[in-house]
């Protein structure tokens, strides 16, 4: 596609329920990140995907996050058990992984509110 | 560790120059992002510099300094339209990871 997408732009659920959100990246682009940004707040890391390395993923606020990355292109992030804490903005981003030309294009983000 | 600071407001007039500062303490520096976010979108990229020196591209430019760890962000002639968040973001050479700091949410007032 022309653009990072992701799906749902908006998910409501129950405190406790699992959810998985899902990113398209751009097409060829070898790196993937997926972000969490509250509201009012700067962008935090979660996990990076960069071809078929194992992921980084540093970022992960505890085991109820995963991620996976199916051949080398789409990208599902799954919450277990969610808490009201994890009400944010869940932001992909893709690139091309090349050195000097590291710019990060931007999903729309899928919001996330746990009641 | 690693720490990116910025301001968290600013407000300007249209047309007037707004300069945004950004410090930032990291290891294995690859480089410093600006990305424009307006509210509710995702952000957009606006500049790279990784060398020291001064970058324009239209109203706006950016500056780096790594011996200092400081970068700005400089946007003139400013529109009602570029009222945002502005980011500051490293790269980290060691880890291709962006660190962003918070971001600065510039309000530009007729």
């Known amino acids: 596609g022309a653009g990072v997408s992701q799906s749902p732009s908006n998910k409501v659920t129950e405190k406790g329920k699992d959810v998985e959100l899902r990113c398209d990246p751009i097409s060829g682009h070898t790196a993937l990140y997926w972000y969490r940004q509250s509201l009012g707040q700067g962008l935090e890391f979660l996990i990076y995907f960069q071809g078929n390395s194992a992921p980084d993923k540093s970022g992960l606020p505890s085991d109820r996050f995963s991620a996976e990355r199916t051949g080398g292109s789409v990208s599902t992030l799954t919450i277990q058990r969610t808490q009201q804490e994890d009400s944010a903005v869940y932001l992909c981003a893709s690139s091309s992984g090349l050195a000097g030309a590291a710019e990060q294009f931007f999903g729309p983000g899928t919001r996330l509110t746990v009641l | 560790g690693q720490n990116i600071d910025q301001p968290t407001e600013m407000t300007a007039t249209e047309g007037a120059i707004v300069q945004i500062n950004c410090t930032y303490q990291t290891s294995g520096f690859n480089g410093l992002f600006w990305y424009q976010q307006h509210a509710g979108e995702a952000p957009t990229f606006l500049s790279y510099?990784?060398?020291?020196g001064l970058e324009e591209k239209g109203r706006f430019s950016s500056f780096l300094s790594r011996s200092k760890g400081y970068s700005y962000l400089l946007l003139k002639e400013l529109q009602m339209k570029d009222s945002a968040s502005y980011l500051c973001?490293?790269?980290?050479?060691?880890?291709?990871?962006?660190?962003f700091g918070t971001g600065t949410r510039l309000q530009v007032f007729p």
């Open positions: 973001a490293v790269l980290s050479y060691n880890t291709d990871k962006l660190i």
């Open positions: 510099n990784v060398l020291d």
